[in-house]
């Protein structure tokens, strides 16, 4: 064989040698990552319903351990979010970084809540690291006694209630709702971590609250779904919305004993709500400036969600405020929990093929939109408030006051629905504005009835 010929050979034998480990190395490549995905976490411990460190849960989810961690990151947002305001720890506050007050960028908030609690301290939200130690030492604990029930939503209650109620969920929440918070509190140890939201043994998600299991009972009720059990009715795609859905709700303390309850027997609007409360009588203070009946509404996302396009195509909370990313081949939801807005490639760009410039500015155009209408609202319902001032001077005992307080009343929890709600309108916002609708109409009404006390008419 000549010289050329015996070369080619060895070059088309050492190429196909190398062709044929690059292809053992490609399979060998292709069935450790299937192996990995087919295994997505390796059991360093063993977990039980006992178990509420998130750290231990993190040995065997590094990842999504190390993304909740980050739920400490404090970024801002056009309309939410804080980036942290530095201040001095005392010996009744050790905090040495608190949210931006949202009491001092919109004083009207004060004197809609005149009398109340969040007249006193009512901040922007920060991420579920700081949702304990926030409720803990806000200003509000030190102007009411606030009673246990409120930690619901602000701890890891799993392991708490079973041992308040000797191994039994219901009995132990029933039980430290009614203690006094300070008490209450001596029991927990953790804002919410994985044991909340998991089964220990099939990490699969469940619902831990029993006041979400009762209210979603009820509100199936009303669309006629009798003796629904989230438990074993709900399917998965729907548990990514309902294990958020037991704490970022409407609610109010029930009774002597403050059971939490959601107002949901009626359904799931504002609307809904405010019929529900207006048959049953419940107020949460005595307007200070006008008498009123007063409600105050909490952080209803899950109630506007419900009534907004994302809801209706399928998309969950877990969908935008969690989403699936790749970890080598492993697809995992980020625990990073966060405003889509600081993740738009993966929260938005999976289902929207625009640009994120575009998107964003879509998000904001909504939320300025709304956040217009509800300074219309608040506006109207300042001017309310003060004619019904006004009015009581000049005669306490007018019937049409009474009037004019209903709609008072009702005014402040459709502005305040919109107030307390987390995505200033975007998750639904037809029925944002709707709701501002509402309230403004009612502030007219209210003043219509004081416009016939004053010209004499019927009051």
């Known amino acids: 064989m000549t010289s050329p010929n015996r070369s080619r050979l060895l070059l088309i034998t050492a190429g196909s040698a190398v062709a044929v480990l690059a292809l053992a190395a490609l399979l060998t490549n292709v069935f450790e990552r299937r192996q990995e995905a087919r295994n997505p976490f390796f059991r360093v411990v063993a977990l039980s319903d006992t178990t509420q460190d998130p750290a231990v849960w993190g040995q065997n989810f590094p990842q999504e351990y190390d993304d909740y961690r980050r739920t400490t990151d404090q970024v801002r947002t056009r309309y939410g979010g804080s980036e942290g305001v530095p201040v001095t ?16 960028q919109d004083p009207r908030l004060q004197q809609m809540w005149a009398g109340y609690a969040f007249a006193a301290d009512f901040r922007e939200e920060r991420g579920h690291a700081y949702m304990l130690i926030d409720q803990q ?8 006694k606030q009673p246990g029930a409120c930690l619901n939503c602000h701890a890891s209650m799993v392991v708490p209630w079973r041992q308040a109620g000797d191994g039994d969920l219901v009995r132990g929440f029933e039980k430290l709702n009614a203690l006094p918070y300070d008490s209450a509190a001596r029991n927990v140890a953790h804002p919410i971590t994985c044991i909340d939201c998991h ?5 699969a998600l469940r619902i831990t609250r029993p006041a979400f299991m009762a209210g979603i009972k009820a509100a199936k009720a009303s669309q006629g779904i009798p003796d629904y059990d989230v438990g074993t009715m709900a399917t998965r795609q729907e548990m990514r919305s309902f294990v958020c859905g037991q704490c970022h709700v409407e609610y109010y303390f029930k009774g002597a004993e403050k059971r939490l309850t959601f107002p949901w027997d009626r359904g799931l609007t504002a609307d809904s709500m405010v019929a529900y409360y207006e048959a049953n009588g419940h107020k949460d203070w005595t307007h200070q400036r006008t008498g009123a009946a007063a409600l105050k509404v909490q952080h209803p996302e899950f109630e506007l969600w419900s009534q907004g396009i994302h809801a209706r195509s399928g998309v969950t909370c877990a969908d935008c405020h969690m989403p699936y990313k790749r970890v080598g081949a492993m697809k995992v939801s980020d625990h990073h929990v966060q405003s889509p807005m600081l993740n738009i490639n ?3 760009q999976t289902c929207h093929k625009a640009s994120e410039g575009e998107l964003k500015a879509r998000v904001e155009q909504i939320q300025d939109r709304t956040y217009q209408l509800r300074n219309i609202a608040l506006d109207a319902l300042m001017e309310l408030i003060a004619d019904i001032e006004a009015a009581a001077r000049a005669d306490s005992s007018a019937p049409a006051l009474t009037e004019a307080r209903k709609w008072q009343r009702q005014a402040q929890f459709y502005a305040d629905f919109i107030e307390a709600e987390n995505s200033m309108g975007f998750h639904a916002p037809g029925e944002a504005g709707r709701i501002l609708g509402l309230s403004i109409d009612a502030t007219r009404k209210g003043q219509n009835a004081l416009k016939r006390l004053a010209v004499g008419g019927t009051p």
């Open 89 to 104: 720890p005392t010996s009744v506050d050790p905090r040495s970084v608190v949210a931006q007050s949202r009491l001092e």
């Open 137 to 144: 030492f806000t200003g509000r604990q030190r102007v009411v």
């Open 199 to 203: 089964d220990p043994e099939t990490m």
């Open 346 to 348: 993966r929260a938005c």
